[in-house]
């Protein structure tokens, strides 16, 4: 089975700074990789989706790439502001759909 | 253009009573799913449906139905609501397969006493 795991579970940063956000997962043989966003209370909007013929995709100030056969994902964020205080997670598209349990940012003005 | 809205946004169940959420979907897609969330576990797949008329089984299935009679709609059901069966449930959809982005509907904050 899958497994996909975010660390570190929270991240507090200074407004302006750049930051990483990681993703692992087990099982290589995907078919995308999602970054989505969370904020409280509310559903996930997605920010980013990498095939997995694919090594990086980009939107705005965010970055995301992917190294399949180490099975793992980063997301980028340049310039980080407090909007982005925000849950991020990811999710490997296989059989199935595998989420990770998320990184909790904030960003503090 | 509401993208995908769930009914309702919150509910109080006793042990043993059942109940169906309501998932709809205005941009015509052919992929719909259901998931629930839980503190420390992510979100898990429950059911899925592939078209109007489909269903298959997800990660947890047991202990929910579903049925897509209307290409909008995506329904769950519990029929012997379980304490354990307490979660936010996300609906989402999706134009294709596994390589498409999917939309998530807002969430359905369930209680079972």
């Known amino acids: 089975k899958q497994e996909v795991t975010q660390i570190p579970a929270a991240l507090s940063v200074p407004e302006g700074e750049n930051l990483v956000l990681n993703c692992s997962f087990t099982?290589?043989?995907?078919?995308?990789l999602q970054w989505f966003r969370q904020d409280p209370g509310k559903g996930l909007t997605s920010l980013l989706l990498?095939?997995?013929?694919?090594r990086e995709q980009t939107s705005g100030r965010l970055n995301a790439s992917l190294d399949k056969s180490s099975g793992r994902s980063t997301l980028y964020i340049a310039a980080s502001q407090p909007g982005d205080s925000a849950t991020y997670l990811c999710?490997?598209?296989?059989?199935?759909?595998?989420f990770g349990t998320g990184t909790s940012l904030t960003v503090i003005p | 253009n509401a993208g995908v809205t769930q009914t309702p946004k919150f509910r109080v169940l006793k042990t043993g009573q059942s109940m169906t959420l309501l998932c709809a979907q205005d941009?015509?897609?052919?992929?719909m799913y259901w998931y629930r969330q839980d503190p420390g576990m992510g979100l898990r797949l429950i059911h899925y449906?592939?078209?109007?008329?489909?269903?298959a089984k997800g990660e947890v299935p047991d202990g929910y139905n579903v049925s897509r009679l209307k290409k909008q709609n995506f329904l769950l059901g519990l029929e012997s609501a379980a304490p354990s069966q307490t979660s936010v449930y996300f609906c989402?959809?999706?134009?294709?397969?596994?390589?498409?982005?999917?939309?998530f509907g807002p969430g359905t904050r369930l209680t079972v006493l």
């Open positions: 989402a959809s999706s134009w294709g397969d596994r390589s498409d982005t999917q939309y």
């Open positions: 999710a490997v598209a296989g059989n199935q759909f595998y």
């Open positions: 099982d290589s043989a995907i078919y995308n």
């Open positions: 941009m015509n897609h052919e992929y």
């Open positions: 990498i095939q997995s013929s694919q």
């Open positions: 449906s592939v078209g109007e008329g489909t269903t």
